[in-house]
């Protein structure tokens, strides 16, 4: 009991927390996303050690807040430039891990090389499509839009766990996440359909419309990349033997383990956007 009022109490004013920093817009985004990226690459690299994994961890870290701030959008127009510091950034950075490997390789160098763009790649770099999706295409919009995959993913997670719990029969991934199955999935989709499809009409007459099409195929997205965020993150645990990505937050483990959906989640949003519009 004393653990699930910890869990339900950290939920709350975690939510609470998102919602003034999400409707701040993002020049309060960008410095709270500095410190989760680097709390959650600090997990990654704590359990890649535990299993003997070398990283360049400093490097990691600089480069991690590189690319965040790199995602940081001047404007609307910015953020939907074809010119990317990001990739700027991302290619710097792994032409700086093979320098380094190359000058000094020690032990296992492309271990190192593999290991630390798999953390840039899985942690910073999704993050900054936040910045991305909350500058466009204005503040509004821009709220709504970044509020729209977390309630999806909400409801996923909600839908999956009580479909799974009363019809659960085939497993969906059984060597990665045991509890998953196929009926949770569905439910968690069918959910999420619900949910988006009431927002958008809600917002309808001030904000862009979504059709009943566009939000099954959005829901179906989301949906799916929330579930597949989720198992990635079981299948890194399970490949570097932790339970919890670490302890950051009390009764939800690490930062990682609330992250994990939202990783994909959010990023598909913005692919999804940038095909059908912002509007």
Not at 90 to 96: E, P, T
Not at 112 to 136: E, N, Q
Not at 199 to 209: E, H, K, P
């Amino acid at each position: 009991m004393e653990t699930l009022r910890t869990r339900v109490l950290t939920s709350v004013v975690g939510f609470v927390v998102i919602m003034l920093v999400l409707w701040a817009g993002v020049g309060v985004m960008l410095p709270m996303l500095l410190l989760l990226s680097t709390v959650a690459l600090r997990e990654y690299v704590a359990m890649c050690e535990h299993n003997d994994l070398d990283v360049r961890r400093k490097s990691l870290y600089v480069a991690g807040a590189a690319i965040i701030l790199a995602s940081y959008p001047l404007g609307a127009e910015a953020a939907l430039s074809p010119i990317s510091w990001r990739e700027v950034v991302l290619a710097f950075a792994f032409g700086f891990f093979l320098i380094i490997e190359v000058v000094s390789p020690g032990e296992r160098p492309l271990e190192r090389i593999v290991y630390s763009m798999f953390g840039l790649l899985y942690i910073p770099w999704l993050l900054g499509y936040f910045l991305l999706l909350r500058a466009t295409p204005n503040h509004d919009k821009g709220f709504v839009w970044l509020f729209l995959p977390l309630i999806a993913t909400f409801a996923t997670d909600v839908g999956g766990f009580f479909f799974g719990q009363f019809f659960g029969r085939r497993k969906l991934a059984p060597e990665v996440s045991p509890a998953k199955t196929v009926e949770g999935a569905i439910g968690g989709l069918a959910l999420s359909f619900v949910i988006v499809f009431a927002v958008t009409r809600a917002v309808s007459t001030t904000w862009y419309d979504l059709s009943v099409w566009d939000a099954l195929l959005f829901s179906l997205l989301v949906s799916s990349a929330s579930q597949l965020g989720d198992l990635v993150e079981s299948l890194l645990k399970r490949a570097l033997k932790a339970k919890d990505s670490g302890s950051f937050l009390p009764g939800h483990g690490g930062m990682l383990d609330r992250l994990d959906s939202l990783l994909f989640a959010v990023p598909i949003t913005y692919l999804f956007l940038s095909v059908v519009g912002f509007g």
